[in-house]
């Protein structure tokens, strides 16, 4: 059985950071492209930050230079680093694990493509 939980949301100010965690079981990290996700009320899911299995990783415009996404095996926990934060930062985070065909023209930022989900850590910034 698959499972992937995250931790580490909170409500912190405008500028400040926050470290994510997504514990996995069930999957490994060679199997899996991992990926983060937000999604705020009323908005679609939108895909932040994706890393494959052979390491490489992708950003969302929004979020580059602020985001570091990261992967432990030994842990089996996939890592958001949050730096600068802003307001419209404020979401539900999820974690996700799928398995595809990541390209130059797929970069896994779609959540169609996640077969695994995790039940989120909120993220609330204030200004």
């Known amino acids: 059985q698959v499972q992937l939980v995250e931790s580490g949301g909170g409500s912190v100010q405008a500028g400040g950071s926050l470290s994510l965690s997504c514990a996995a079981s069930?999957?490994?990290?060679?199997?899996?492209?991992m990926a983060w996700f937000r999604q705020s009320p009323g908005k679609e899911r939108e895909g932040v930050a994706v890393?494959?299995?052979?390491?490489?990783?992708a950003y969302a415009d929004s979020v580059k230079g602020r985001f570091t996404i990261s992967k432990d095996y030994a842990k089996n926990t996939l890592y958001l680093q949050i730096a600068s934060l802003k307001p419209e930062d404020t979401a539900m985070y999820y974690c996700?694990?799928?398995?595809?065909?990541?390209?130059?023209?797929?970069?896994?930022?779609?959540?169609?493509?996640?077969?695994?989900w995790g039940q989120g850590t909120q993220v609330t910034v204030s200004s």
């Open positions: 996700a694990a799928g398995s595809f065909l990541l390209a130059p023209w797929n970069r896994g930022l779609a959540p169609g493509q996640y077969n695994y």
């Open positions: 069930g999957i490994t990290f060679s199997g899996y492209h």
């Open positions: 890393i494959g299995t052979g390491g490489t990783t």
